[in-house]
C-alpha cells in the first residue's frame, strides 16, 4: 500500500482564520514533505521532517507552521494567509533507506484565500 | 546542483498513437530518477523509478523509461495511448541529503499530454 491521505480536499479560509492541513500515512516512512504547488507548475518544496525533527525549511514565511506529531502524521498551520498563498497543498513521504529517495504523494489540499 | 529539463510544454497525440516525452538532466552523480503523473486537481502518482541497473525500466500503465547516461536522459515511452493517459507528466531527479535519512526531489517544469480520440 503506497497511500497518503490528506484532508481536506477542499478549504476556503479568510485572510485572518487559523485553519490547519492535515497527511496522514501508514508505510512506515519516516520522511515526510510538505509541497506548494502552483497552476502550471512543479510542486515546490517547502518543509521536511525525518523521524518527526524538522530537516529542511525552505524560506517559507511564518504564516505557515509545520507539526510533525508522531511517525504517521504531518500538519501545515496556517494564520494570516495572503491570495497568493492560494494553490495546492500536497504532503508527500519517503522511506529512510539508502537508495530510497522515490516519494509517494497524497492528492492534495486546494486552499483558496479570499 | 541538479536540474531537469522538459523540452516539451504540450505534447498532443491521437489515441493509439505511440509517446515519447523527453527529460534531461544535470547531476554530479549516478542520479536517481523519477516520472510522476498527475491529472487535473490531483496529487501525483509515481509512474516510474531509475536507480541503477538496467538502463529500460518499466513502469505502471504500460510506460517504459530509458536511462541514457552519455545523453542525460530519461525519456518516457509508451506504444498505444490511451484516452485516459491524459495529464501532466514531470521528470524528477532525486539526491539523498548527504548522510540523511530524507531525499529531495528537482522536477522538471511538466509535460501536459492531451490526447485526441
Known amino acids: 500500500d503506497t497511500e497518503v491521505t490528506q484532508t481536506p480536499k477542499h478549504l476556503v479560509m479568510g485572510m485572518t482564520n487559523k485553519k490547519s492541513l492535515k497527511c496522514e500515512q501508514h508505510m512506515g516512512h519516516r520522511a515526510m514533505y510538505w509541497y506548494k504547488q502552483k497552476a502550471k507548475k512543479p510542486p515546490e518544496l517547502m518543509f521536511v521532517?525525518?523521524?518527526?525533527?524538522?530537516?529542511i525549511n525552505e524560506s517559507v514565511p511564518s504564516r505557515f507552521s509545520p507539526e510533525c506529531p508522531n511517525s504517521s502524521l504531518l500538519n501545515l498551520h496556517l494564520h494570516a494567509l495572503q491570495p497568493e498563498d492560494s494553490a495546492l497543498y500536497l504532503c508527500a513521504s519517503s522511506q529512510v533507506y539508502p537508495g530510497r529517495v522515490e516519494q509517494y504523494f497524497g492528492p492534495g489540499t486546494r486552499l483558496t484565500v479570499t | 546542483a541538479q536540474s531537469v529539463t522538459q523540452p516539451d510544454i504540450h505534447i498532443t497525440v491521437s489515441e493509439g498513437a505511440s509517446l515519447e516525452l523527453r527529460c534531461n538532466y544535470s547531476?554530479?552523480?549516478?542520479?536517481?530518477l523519477f516520472w510522476y503523473v498527475q491529472s487535473p486537481g490531483q496529487g501525483l502518482q509515481l509512474l516510474l523509478k531509475?536507480?541503477?541497473?538496467?538502463?529500460l525500466v518499466q513502469g505502471i500503465k504500460g510506460f517504459e523509461a530509458e536511462f541514457k547516461r552519455s545523453q542525460s536522459s530519461f525519456n518516457l515511452r509508451k506504444p498505444s495511448v490511451h484516452w485516459s493517459d491524459a495529464a501532466e507528466y514531470f521528470c524528477a531527479v532525486g539526491a539523498r541529503m548527504g548522510g540523511t535519512s530524507y531525499g529531495k526531489l528537482t522536477f522538471g517544469q511538466g509535460t501536459i499530454l492531451t490526447v485526441h480520440p
Open positions: 521532517y525525518s523521524y518527526e525533527k524538522l530537516s
Open positions: 531509475y536507480f541503477s541497473g538496467d538502463t
Open positions: 547531476y554530479g552523480a549516478t542520479p536517481y
